[in-house]
């Protein structure tokens, strides 16, 4: 929307060129989702509070976790509020990359929405069902992944890019619907899992969906992704603009959300919040990377597949209490020390995963 603007002006007032660069967008992004997050939350917490949509904390979890009863949450509205605003605002919304994360953004968290309104406003401790949460996920999925599929031009542009290997691509045909369906969905709903602690799920989005932010950047422009030899994908620079909104109203967010969190996310937030970074990945063709950057995600993920297929199997648990992060805890690690770890593991993984940028 304000590019058509600076494009328009900038034939009268020079200075307005500035704001046709992506770079330019994406910081002016980044800090009008920051500015809408800081300034609309307390507000937010308020109203969530007055009308008593808190927290239920599981009775056989950690027991410090007893005094969060209560704590407002479906807080993601804020973010997403931040995200989709921001985007409207600076990104070049000719882009088609632009629309799809955005209606994917707003569907998976509809969807999470529902679920937490179930539970939270109308006392339903099942929310919504099991099955009808993976039916509407994999309902969008599917047809984003049939969308992308169709705006492909040629094969090359949905095979598989394997990092760190020059110019190895595994060719998938309409193979690459499934491996979409499983990136969107499977992210959704890994970083939900992880959404359990003090701004524990929030920073690694942040830090991950910037790095996908550079990769979209390179990808876009033809000059940095023929020396990086890496795809040139047009429009997919406008996924800077997305990433940068994303990351500014995620640390907008963690400034209530840190420990001791003043509001937490929900489904609301987290099923949209890896959705995006999932379609994300897709679009920038870094579905492998992702993996590695969001390998925290992924290992709490596995945390609860291990231990329901133990339980299941043999009947003994392998952790004490999944997903992942609880285990810790239960070890006897501070929540505020089982977080910034957690943080750390996925700064180290993100730095892995950009290095593949060079690294073939």
Not at 84 to 89: E, G, M
Request: aromatic share 10%; charged share 10%; net charge positive.
């Amino acid at each position: 929307m304000l590019l058509w603007l600076a494009e328009t002006l900038k034939d009268y007032v020079s200075g307005f060129n500035v704001f046709t660069y992506i770079t330019m967008r994406a910081i002016m992004g980044a800090l009008t989702a920051l500015v809408i997050s800081l300034v609309a939350g307390p507000r937010m917490i308020r109203r969530l509070s007055v009308r008593q949509i808190g927290q239920t904390v599981r009775t056989d979890g950690p027991e410090s976790h007893l005094p969060k009863a209560g704590t407002p949450t479906m807080g993601g509205v804020l973010i997403l509020v931040a995200i989709i605003v921001s985007t409207l605002l600076w990104a070049d919304l000719k882009s088609a990359y632009v629309w799809i994360v955005i209606a994917v953004t707003a569907a998976f968290g509809m969807i999470g929405f529902v679920d937490d309104y179930k539970k939270l406003v109308l006392r339903d401790p099942a929310g919504m069902s099991a099955r009808g949460k993976i039916f509407w996920q994999s309902l969008t999925a599917i047809a984003v992944a049939v969308i992308l599929f169709l705006l492909a031009d040629n094969p090359d542009d949905t095979a598989l890019l394997i990092p760190y290997f020059k110019g190895v691509a595994i060719p998938l045909g309409a193979f690459y619907i499934v491996l979409t369906y499983f990136v969107i969905v499977g992210t959704s709903n890994a970083v939900n899992l992880t959404d359990g602690l003090d701004g524990l799920a929030i920073m690694p989005a942040v830090l991950v969906g910037g790095a996908l932010g550079i990769f979209g950047y390179a990808a876009g422009n033809s000059i940095f992704s023929g020396y990086l030899d890496i795809p040139y994908i047009s429009g997919a620079g406008e996924m800077m603009v997305f990433c940068a909104s994303m990351s500014g109203a995620g640390l907008g967010f963690l400034w209530f959300n840190t420990y001791p969190a003043q509001v937490f996310m929900g489904d609301i937030g987290a099923l949209a919040l890896g959705a995006a970074l999932g379609t994300v990945a897709v679009i920038v063709r870094q579905e492998l990377v992702l993996a590695i950057m969001g390998g925290l995600f992924v290992v709490e993920t596995l945390s609860v597949i291990i231990q329901v297929a133990s339980f299941k199997l043999t009947g003994r648990r392998i952790f004490r209490m999944a997903p992942l992060h609880h285990h810790y805890e239960l070890k006897g690690w501070a929540e505020p020390k089982v977080i910034v770890r957690f943080w750390i593991i996925t700064v180290i993984l993100v730095l892995v995963g950009l290095s593949s940028l060079k690294l073939r």
